[in-house]
């Protein structure tokens, strides 16, 4: 009998102290949200070594590592995530936001061009588009980028610096009349924009020169 409650007794102490540990266990992705990068980082790396199939800490340390500009590190962990999971949507966006950042065009469109094919309602479409519009400004394909970018404002209407690059593709695609349209939807939002005002006043003076 003495024995039977010694190994109740230890098995109430090891689940006492699992849950103690569960519940100050550090968690990566609450440090993140916090904008603790450096202290995601740390945790995440613990939680790879001591699990490299960890697909959650090869996600989280990658948008920390974004956070804090180190790209190299993002690629290398991004790329070791899509090993663990060919079709996780989150490492594909996260391997095209890597590219865009390093200059690597063609690599970063095709990365977001497949997560637009997989994920069709993903909750990170806004900021694809968004970034697809840049890499075609980048590349002089005005056209390319109004769509893109009309697109990513369609999802994100609030976002004032979204508008004035949509604006910007429209001016040098030589569509002067939607991209004053698109500059005073900027102002509209936010009157104080440097960057939309001088280009509705640069748009117009063209218009005005026709």
Request: overall charge positive; charged content about 25%; glycine content about 6%.
């Amino acid at each position: 009998m003495r024995e039977a409650y010694r190994r109740i007794g230890a098995a109430l102490f090891l689940f006492q102290a699992a849950a103690a540990y569960a519940q100050v266990r550090p968690d990566a992705l609450a440090e993140y949200r916090k904008g603790n990068y450096e202290t995601a980082v740390v945790i995440c790396k613990e939680e790879i070594a001591a699990n490299p199939s960890n697909l959650e800490s090869h996600v989280v340390i990658c948008w920390s590592l974004i956070r804090l500009g180190r790209y190299e590190e993002v690629r290398a962990y991004a790329l070791a995530g899509r090993n663990i999971s060919r079709y996780d949507i989150r490492i594909i966006e996260i391997l095209g936001e890597v590219n865009y950042y390093q200059g690597r065009n063609a690599e970063s469109l095709q990365f977001f061009q497949e997560y637009i094919n997989l994920a069709p309602e993903g909750g990170r479409l806004d900021v694809v588009y968004y970034f697809l519009g840049e890499i075609y400004i980048r590349l002089g394909r005005f056209r390319h980028a109004d769509i893109a970018l009309s697109t990513a404002v369609h999802y994100m209407p609030g976002n004032a610096a979204w508008w004035v690059r949509l604006a910007y593709a429209r001016e040098n695609a030589g569509d002067l009349q939607e991209a004053a349209r698109a500059y005073e939807q900027a102002l509209a939002l936010n009157a104080r924009l440097s960057d939309a005002r001088r280009g509705l006043d640069r748009t117009l003076r063209s218009l005005g020169n026709r």
